[in-house]
């Protein structure tokens, strides 16, 4: 899924979703190494992008799913 999700994520504008990809991944491995569930671990991650994106004035779907996405990295390592 990784893989098929990076290319349309690198088509975006420049290094935003990077970032939310990015920051998904260290919220899911800092959740994931305090609870030792990989499952909170993605949901912290997905929470935190939702919840981002409520507070910008322009809410992007995208930068949620980045943002989410960043889970998969985390659970990787």
Do not use: R, W
């Not at 420049?14 to 800092?30: C, E, N, P, R, W």
């Not at 981002?52 to 949620?64: N, Q, S």
């Amino acid at each position: 899924m990784l893989l098929l999700a990076l290319p349309l994520l690198s088509a975006c504008q420049h290094y935003d979703k990077a970032a939310h990809f990015a920051a998904g991944a260290a919220v899911s491995h800092i959740v994931t190494q305090e609870t030792g569930n990989p499952m909170a671990g993605c949901l912290a991650a997905i929470g935190v992008g939702a919840l981002k994106e409520l507070v910008d004035d322009v809410a992007d779907p995208a930068d949620v799913l980045a943002t989410g996405l960043g889970c998969s990295a985390a659970l990787a390592f």
